[in-house]
């Protein structure tokens, strides 16, 4: 079956470090993106690609960097720069070419920095 | 630049009863516009979604919307909740930027 796979689904680091996490797919969609989730304030944007080797900053872009070398993959990294980075992170994807076309998600990796 | 309102933080109904969840949206052109659902720890399934057309929208597990561009809103409804039901619900709107703008959420508990 096709989806999106998040990896690890929880992760702990320690303050100062930076962690990277994992978001493949094999829907053959070209759009990917990341979201944050934090309690009530919904799913904020991060990155989002529309196209391999090229990304743009979503809303909250600071203290995060991306990559898209591969259509399947779109890591996120977290670096010690992001000041508050305890969340759940959500990947998701969508066919580029369909304007308006609906996102689909992974099921999502929650990060505890202590 | 899109944004979207659900008003309801929580609502809580009784299993069997009817639901319906309040979504505001602001954005100059015609939106699309999409209800997606959370269970606890997991990530967001598309519920329906409304582009164009009939302005009444059928979904999966036997939600309906309604768009109403007087009064810039997409308001999810169900006529008979399950126990099931109970997770948090999200109104989105989209543009021709592949993006797209999520409200808050609103939990909703089903009570037996």
């Known amino acids: 079956d096709g989806g999106i796979t998040q990896s690890p689904k929880y992760l702990f680091r320690k303050e100062g470090q930076n962690v990277t996490l994992s978001c493949e797919q094999n829907?053959?969609?070209?759009?990917m993106y990341w979201y944050r989730q934090d309690p009530g304030q919904g799913l904020r944007l991060i990155y989002y690609?529309?196209?391999?080797?090229?990304?743009q900053k979503g809303d909250i872009a600071e203290g995060y960097s991306v990559s898209r070398e591969k259509k399947e993959s779109f890591p996120l990294t977290v670096t010690s720069a992001q000041k508050n980075p305890t969340a759940f992170y959500l990947c998701?994807?969508?066919?580029?070419?369909?304007?308006?076309?609906?996102?689909?998600f992974g099921n999502g990796t929650r990060l505890t920095v202590t | 630049a899109q944004s979207v309102t659900q008003p309801d933080i929580h609502i809580t109904v009784s299993e069997g009863a009817s639901l319906e969840l309040r979504c505001n949206y602001s954005?100059?052109?015609?939106?699309?516009l999409f209800w997606y659902v959370q269970s606890p720890g997991q990530g967001l399934q598309l519920l329906l979604k409304?582009?164009?057309?009939?302005?009444l929208v059928q979904g999966i597990k036997g939600f309906e919307a309604e768009f109403k561009r007087s009064q810039s809103s997409f308001n999810l409804r169900k006529p008979s909740v399950h126990w099931s039901d109970a997770a948090e619900y999200f109104c989105?709107?989209?543009?021709?930027?592949?993006?797209?703008?999520f409200g808050a959420g609103t939990t909703v508990t089903v009570r037996a």
């Open positions: 998701a994807s969508s066919i580029r070419t369909a304007t308006g076309s609906p996102l689909h």
């Open positions: 829907l053959n969609h070209d759009a």
């Open positions: 690609s529309q196209i391999v080797n090229d990304f």
């Open positions: 954005y100059g052109a015609t939106p699309y």
């Open positions: 409304y582009f164009s057309g009939d302005t």
């Open positions: 989105a709107v989209g543009s021709n930027d592949y993006k797209l703008s």
